[in-house]
């Protein structure tokens, strides 16, 4: 059966007579030919650069089905683990790279565009003439362990013995690149103030949110104050990554397996007395500290809190805790304040007069990555119809912009918005007051695509095992599935323009547009 689905992902298309490029030669596309596996995107801002999080997506996504990409990006982070403390860099001991570009990719010169960004951030976070590695994210660690041990949970102990050649020339065994890790969170965890995992920049040039939502705006208290960044910030959906990172970690270190679950236990219950919001029935984004050093909630309404759906964050607590937290977040996530043709928003829409343009993590665009997390986590936690819905409004958006976009625009009734028109191009079309344009080839995009379709071809070759669920997971679906407006999935030109008529945008890109910078003071001595 295996190698039927394998060859199956190989030759894998999207059936359709719409001009877009079949998902696997997009996947060849951001796919390193040097073995260090995936780039974030063949476009033009991320093309040849290794991402933490965005590689460690994708080998999620692709788990099953690409097993030796899948290794290569292992063995990739594995080798560019931080070794030493620096400020201008951000590497820890331990810490897995946030960002990994280099003047040659693939054996080639790097093009001007791309040589222009490389010694812009050469220059801010301490890289050579040839290379730049910057660490400044807060969740590639624990993402990385979680997928190793998926990884050798699934295939064995061989990728634990494999040796990698770290950027200092020394030689270490993947097994110890895993401790290094385990012990780098368990350190951050014993030192938080607030007991949740945090981050913040020591490099004054660094990025401010270190976390996949990296907006400088996305860290805002409903009040329209910016997050405090200079303390430390902790957000939801970090905790629940470092919650399955120790959990797996307990299951494969027999000798700190009590310890392990104990930090993981403490966490958990310490996310949920801080961030739960019982008035609302919904998480908060996250916790910072103000000037005076008093921890404060950012109570902004999100879609991060459904990453949790996606983890074993829930598993272990007593039903009835499970059932309210699990039901609150479907019904949040999936009533008019997130859902959209395209997916799910990644603000709530009540919180789109917190910033003063459409920022890209906000209440006017959706994430293919997300939307697709978000439909792992439902049907992780039993809820596979409604996974489908938010599976199929992905697959229908992609078919219909012929792309593979980093994010998607809609507009507040939730229509998705077109790719911009030519400048020569005339007609009405919405103004969009922004300051990106998205990637048109993401690599977490391709590898959501490739699943879901993987998935599916899967379950016809193999039936899946129906799940027994609770009475409560039933009556919820049920009642999700009458409210929430069906979208089926549409293979043809005229089928998809009919249920997603074209709304075309363009992009008011100013630069003197009033952006929230947030000030940064660096923090410790390296």
Same mark, same amino acid.
């Given at each position: 059966?295996? =190698? ?15 001009? !877009? ?11 390193? =030919?040097?073995?260090?596996?995936? &780039? ?59 960002? &990994? ?32 590695? +910057? ?50 969170? $368990? ?9 949740? @995992? ?34 430390? !910030? ?6 629940? @990554? ?17 310890? *392990? ?63 309210? &937290?699990?039901?609150? !977040? ?22 789109? =007069? ?5 920022? +890209? ?32 409004? *992905? ?50 995009? $391709? ?7 993987? %998935?599916?071809?899967?379950?016809? $070759? ?5 799940? %027994? ?30 249920? &997603? ?26």
């Amino acid at each position: 059966m295996k =190698k039927k689905v394998k060859k199956i992902v190989d030759k894998l298309s999207l059936p359709t007579l719409m001009p !877009i490029v079949p998902p696997s030669r997009a996947l060849r596309s951001v796919t390193s =030919k040097t073995g260090k596996g995936v &780039y974030a995107s063949s476009d033009t801002l991320f093309k040849g650069a290794v991402f933490g999080r965005d590689s460690l997506e994708v080998a999620e996504d692709l788990m099953l089905y690409k097993p030796r990409l899948v290794r290569n990006i292992l063995l990739t982070l594995g080798s560019l683990q931080g070794e030493e403390s620096n400020n201008l860099s951000e590497e820890e001991p331990g810490k897995i790279v946030h960002e &990994y570009r280099t003047t040659m990719v693939d054996g080639k010169r790097i093009d001007d565009v791309s040589r222009h960004i490389f010694e812009e951030l050469s220059g801010k976070w301490g890289g050579d003439e040839e290379s730049v590695a +910057y660490y400044g994210s807060i969740d590639a660690t624990p993402h990385f362990i979680r997928v190793l041990l998926a990884y050798h949970n699934q295939y064995g102990d061989k990728i634990l013995h494999k040796s990698v050649t770290l950027r200092s020339g020394h030689k270490l065994p993947m097994s110890i690149i895993l401790e290094n890790s385990v012990s780098w969170l $368990v350190t951050k965890l014993t030192e938080s103030k607030s007991g949740l @995992l945090e981050w913040q920049a020591r490099n004054p040039h660094g990025i401010p949110n270190q976390v996949w939502k990296d907006s400088n705006e996305f860290y805002i208290h409903e009040n329209k104050e910016l997050a405090n960044h200079n303390a430390p !910030i902790a957000s939801i959906e970090v905790q629940g @990554l470092a919650y399955d990172a120790l959990m797996l970690a307990s299951e494969h270190f027999d000798a700190k397996s009590k310890e *392990l679950q104990m930090i993981a236990a403490q966490l958990r219950d310490r996310t949920i007395a801080l961030l739960w919001q019982p008035g609302r029935k919904y998480f908060a984004l996250g916790a910072d500290y103000d000037a005076k050093g008093a921890l404060r909630i950012i109570q902004t309404m999100t879609a991060n809190p459904a990453a949790l759906l996606d983890t074993m964050f829930f598993d272990q607590l007593p039903d009835e805790q499970r059932q309210e &937290y699990v039901t609150a !977040i479907i019904r949040t996530i999936l009533s008019r304040e997130f859902l959209t043709d395209a997916g799910i928003r990644s603000r709530a829409l009540r919180e789109s =007069k917190l910033i003063g343009f459409w920022d +890209y993590h906000g209440s006017f665009v959706t994430w293919p990555k997300e939307t697709h997390d978000i439909a792992k986590g439902l049907r992780r936690q039993g809820f596979s119809q409604i996974s489908r819905e938010l599976e199929n409004r *992905l697959l229908n958006v992609i078919m219909k912009s012929g792309q593979y976009p980093e994010f998607i625009y809609v507009d507040e009734w939730g229509r998705v918005l077109a790719s911009s028109p030519s400048p020569h191009e005339h007609g009405d079309f919405v103004l969009v007051e922004s300051t990106n344009h998205p990637e048109s080839i993401q690599a977490w995009t $391709v590898s959501a695509v490739m699943s879901i379709v993987a %998935e599916r071809l899967r379950s016809k $070759v193999k039936k899946p095992q129906k799940l %027994e669920r609770d009475e409560w997971q039933v009556e919820l679906e049920a009642k999700m599935l009458i409210h929430m407006p069906r979208v089926n999935r549409l293979f043809t030109p005229w089928s998809l323009s009919a249920r &997603y008529p074209t709304y075309p945008y363009k992009i008011n890109k100013r630069d003197n547009m009033p952006r929230v910078q947030p000030v940064i003071q660096t923090v410790g001595k390296s």
